[in-house]
């Protein structure tokens, strides 16, 4: 344990099972092997050179021998590689023999967590952690591992902590203070969310512009996105936005946002987007609050294309791919260390 991080493997037991299993599929593919008879002889002697080189007994037993020893190393490997680091706020899952994969899942108290085993598992101390959104939307399954009580708790107790060396939640300005600003590199002014005031009607590209500013202020050192106030700072509401929803209010607006947040960037990066509502003018205005996200942030189109953003004064920029591998490394090192 270091820095408050607690390093988890997969129970060992997970590794002689999948051994057992590489022996049964080894034990069915010899079976299956016999069953043709003499027709893998009779393909044996017309492959040219090959008999002159090596019997057929022991061309045989390297193939069967050399496959088994293949699958049981890659199958030690990808346990051996793969570990759950639980963090202050969150977990990070690391596997892959050939190409490493790191995923990052912020932990919050509104989340469940379940432990399934069963007789044999309880026999030998391991067991699957369940983590689920709400007790209703999977998030992470930590499979496998040993002492799942005692890893639950280090779990629970993360929930709380707080990263060494973090800073103090930065103090959110007011609507009145952001509204006295012009737009720069952590601010940016919208007059709706869907709404498209010139066509009176829904617009996807409006709501693409705001996903594309929120991406930008994650990737960058976050920002306030100001939804219901026109470029000129005057308020106009986001009442046109609560019309083209189903629940025609704030609870209604947040969920519709949320939707929209977990498909285009992502829910592990939803808990950095805070929203904020306020009564200006007589009009109801909503201030998103981005903090700057620990790992890139990719934007999502229809087309399931994956666009990268950064902010640069105050504008929105995309950056070409040679770009983000550049920008990825100075502005995420560790994180390009893991990759």
Known sequence: MTNGEVSIKRSPIVVIRTLVLIELCAFVAYYLAAALG????????????????ISYQALKFLLLSG???????????????????????????????????????????????????G????LLHYGTIHIRENA?????????????????????????????????????PTVSHLLAEGEHDRLEFKSSLRFDHRTKQVNREIERTALKTIAAFLNSSGGHLVLGVDD????????????TIGRQDRDGFENHFTQVFNKMIGAEFRHLARLRFHALEGKEVCVV?????????????DNNDEHFYVRTGNVSTPLRLSEVESYTRSRWPQHAHMS
């Open 136 to 172: 209703s939307a999977h998030v992470l399954t930590l499979a496998d591992i040993s002492r799942p009580e005692t890893v639950l708790a280090v779990i629970e107790k993360s929930l709380t902590a707080r990263p060494v060396n973090e800073q103090a939640p930065r103090e959110q």
């Open 232 to 243: 000129a700072r005057r308020p106009v509401g986001i009442h046109y936005d609560y019309a």
């Open 38 to 53: 003499n027709y893998k002889y009779e393909f044996f002697l017309q492959i040219p050179l090959l008999p002159d080189l």
């Open 289 to 301: 609050d981005v903090e700057p996200s620990a790992a890139p942030v990719y934007l999502r189109l």
């Open 67 to 117: 496959a088994q020893f293949v699958i049981t190393v890659y199958a030690f490997l990808c346990w051996y590689y793969e570990s759950y680091v639980i963090r202050p706020g969150a977990i990070l899952h690391t596997r892959g023999v050939f190409f490493k994969q790191s995923t990052m899942t912020p932990l919050h108290t509104s989340m469940s967590f379940t432990i399934h085993s």
């Open 119 to 122: 007789p044999f598992k309880n």
